[in-house]
Nanobody
Framework: VQLQASGGGLVQAGGSLRLSCLAS????????MDWYRQTPGKERELVAS???????NYADSVKGRFTISRDNAYKKVYLQMNSLKPEDTAVYYC?????????WGQGTQVTVSS
């Protein structure tokens, strides 16, 4: 399984970005998918998750601003990020979980300027 995240960049506060993660070598439709983020000196934190059945869960800090979705046909998971804040600045990672085994992508940098 290989995960490739993309879509990060520099955006002003209040702006939007859409992250994508392509899962190759995966059946995907049976996998749960997550987005995590990490800043220097801090632990990686869960941002949003979506199960293989489409149930979603969000960190309190992003509820109402971020939306996770998936396209099983294209083996992609997305993170739509709106109303971005400087504190959202981080490296964002996608993670695939299959029957307890986790696979990580390489991360994409999101920088939100004030």
């Amino acid at each position: 399984v290989q995960l490739q995240a993309s879509g990060g960049g520099l955006v002003q506060a209040g702006g939007s970005l859409r992250l994508s993660c392509l899962a190759s070598g995966s059946i995907f439709a049976i996998d749960d998918m997550d987005w995590y983020r990490q800043t220097p000196g801090k632990e990686r934190e869960l941002v949003a998750s979506i199960t293989r059945r489409g149930s979603t869960n969000y960190a309190d800090s992003v509820k109402g601003r971020f939306t996770i979705s998936r396209d099983n046909a294209y083996k992609k998971v997305y993170l739509q990020m709106n109303s971005l804040k400087p504190e959202d600045t981080a490296v964002y990672y996608c993670r695939l979980v299959r029957f307890g085994d986790a696979y990580w992508g390489q991360g994409t940098q999101v920088t939100v300027s004030s």
